[in-house]
């Protein structure tokens, strides 16, 4: 795994070579508020370049889930036992609510009663829903990281390669191979060997990511100091030449400071990164606030840019949220700094590290957003550790503005524009007791959840009151009895009788303007008093008199 190469610096590298920029003819705006010249220069828009990737490992998997691997993959330390307190992989615990198969694991009840299920990797609609939520952000395309595929995981990791090119072509996103090499032997012969017999087939599929009218193809680990990336500057250089002879745009996921061929870079290596067509270089552990993003941003983004600009070589530096366990995130204010610095730095493209990694906790897919949403007794941090509430969804919307703010759809600003917390749920009394009164004057019962709901009663006692409860994602749920309210899906009348919240017990809570509140289900109908005149339905397309209720009153 990559965090194995997660060092911390002491010290940061001198300031820049002596490479200048060229001029531009639109200037950007700088941290003082000056203009500056400083602009991207280098091949067209394409699949990679004036766009937003992030990475995708798609490597989790549980028992049960009929995949060849048949283990809680990338979930535990031990792969063939259930995930717990005691058996745990990961930093992070994932959001499930919009997985329609999730697995049971070992770990207690989330702390909002429901159980501590996790997805796997391997089922279609898990990577159907990655692939959703990039379009719904627009996050342009996903490079999916491939290890070493010759061993036990092979199976595992050639079936998810084909569900992503479904899942990209579904929903019109672009996707390319990421060889991760680390550790990989064989490498020199083997990967141009899985290229050939495997993986250069998807590049017929119109999701396949091109630039400059070639098929992409990433290498991420070579020139790394360290024990698990020994090859040779020349071993290195002939992979590179090698792909580039199939047609190939390589891109090169190399090390932090590969322009000076220090710290986390061997010596010598610097005409082997020079042949690619593209440098990511990584960041992960290099950067923890915003203070260290303004001088990397000084001192090796800046360089490394008009390098590459000097070198024909698009650039495309790593973005991240931060580590989650750690507290780096600061509600979002660390991964705007560097969206911000590497747009003004004139970066060709952006690479987001990573969508889904609940290990290393530096992930932007769904998270659990506070402390209702984590196993009961587990230390996982949630996204409000801050004390800013942040709806599950936020760092795939700060994803998608930064993604537009690179592509110009946005000025450029030092100041993020993406709220923490949208939708329906802003207003609503979260933790609140409140009774609902419909338009008869009548108040919603929960019936004790003996039977459908109704709205016709002329007092309030135990069955009339509820808990509003933070459902995530700006959404809100209503308890009673310690049961939710569920909308049903609008397939027939509201109850309150489940133990959890799913989608189905999930309301937008809706101000009115006229001292009444609406409550919308999932299914984008609204919850309806029927006046009393028969059990509380989920079905109206409008709220009209009987889907309003006025609140403690």
């Given amino acids: 795994m990559k965090n194995k190469l997660h060092l911390l610096f002491a010290t940061l590298v001198a300031l820049s070579v002596g490479c200048s920029k060229k001029e531009a ?57 259930s995930p717990s307190s005691t058996n745990n992989g990961i930093k992070s615990w994932p959001d499930v609510r919009d997985y329609s198969s999730t697995y049971q694991t070992a770990w207690a009840n989330l702390n909002n009663g429901s159980p501590a299920k996790l997805f796997s990797s391997f089922t279609d609609q898990t990577v159907n829903t990655h692939f959703l939520w990039m379009q719904q952000n627009g996050i342009d395309a996903a490079a999916l990281q491939r290890f070493n595929p010759n061993g036990t995981e092979g199976p595992v990791r050639d079936a998810i390669t084909a569900k992503v090119k479904t899942a990209a072509e579904t929903y019109g996103r672009k996707f390319y191979i990421m060889y991760d090499v680390s550790g990989w032997t064989n490498m020199q012969s083997e990967v141009k060997s899985d290229w050939t017999n495997k993986m250069s087939a998807y590049t017929s599929s119109s999701a396949y990511a091109r630039q400059n009218g070639k098929p992409v193809v990433c290498i991420w680990g070579f020139g790394f100091n360290d024990n698990n990336h020994t090859w040779s500057a020349a071993v290195c250089l002939d992979v590179i030449n090698w792909f580039k002879n199939q047609g190939c745009y390589v891109i090169g996921g190399v090390p932090t400071h590969w322009r000076t061929e220090s710290d986390d870079s061997r010596p010598g290596f610097l005409a082997t990164y020079s042949a690619l067509n593209m440098i990511s270089p990584w960041m992960v552990g290099r950067i923890g606030n915003v203070n260290d993003v303004d001088n990397f941003y000084t001192n090796v983004n800046t360089p490394d840019e008009a390098y590459c600009n000097n070198h024909g070589i698009d650039y495309q530096p790593c973005v991240l949220p931060g580590d989650l366990q750690e507290h780096q995130r600061a509600h979002g204010d660390f991964m705007w700094r560097q969206f911000y610095n590497m747009v003004r730095v004139g970066a060709q493209g952006i690479y987001i590290s990573m969508f889904d990694e609940y290990n290393e906790g530096n992930q932007i897919a769904k998270t659990a957003e506070s402390s209702g949403f984590i196993p009961a007794g587990s230390n996982f941090v949630t996204l409000d550790e801050d004390g800013v509430a942040c709806s599950a969804d936020y760092y795939l919307r700060l994803t998608g503005d930064g993604g537009k703010m690179l592509k110009g759809q946005i000025g450029l600003t030092a100041t993020r524009p993406t709220q923490p917390i949208v939708g329906g749920g802003t207003g609503a009394p979260i933790g609140q007791t409140i009774t609902l009164k419909s338009s008869n004057n009548l108040y919603v019962c929960s ?27 700006g959404k809100i749920a209503l308890q009673n009895g310690g049961k939710y309210v569920s909308s049903e899906n609008g397939t027939q ?39 009393g005149t028969q059990s509380m339905t989920c079905t109206h397309t409008t709220a009209g008199a009987t889907e309003k209720f006025r609140v403690n009153q």
């Avoid at 709901?453 to 933070?470: D, I, L, S």
Wanted: glycine share 14%.
């Fill in 25 to 81: 003819g639109t200037p950007l705006q700088s941290l003082d508020g000056k203009k500056t010249s400083i602009s991207a220069l280098g091949s067209p828009v394409g699949d990679v370049v004036g766009k937003v990737t992030v990475g995708y490992q798609g490597w989790f998997a549980a028992n049960g889930d009929g995949s060849p691997i048949n283990a809680w993959w990338h979930w535990t330390q031990n792969w063939g036992a």
């Fill in 447 to 473: 019936e004790n959840a003996t039977q459908a709901m109704n709205a016709n009663r002329t007092a309030v006692g135990p069955w009339e009151q509820f808990v509003v409860v933070n459902a995530g994602n």
């Fill in 493 to 531: 009348a509201i109850t309150c009788n489940r133990a959890a919240i799913g989608g189905w017990e999930q309301f937008d809570w809706i101000n009115n303007g006229d001292g009444t509140i609406s409550l919308k289900g999932n299914n984008g109908k609204f919850v309806s008093s029927e006046s």
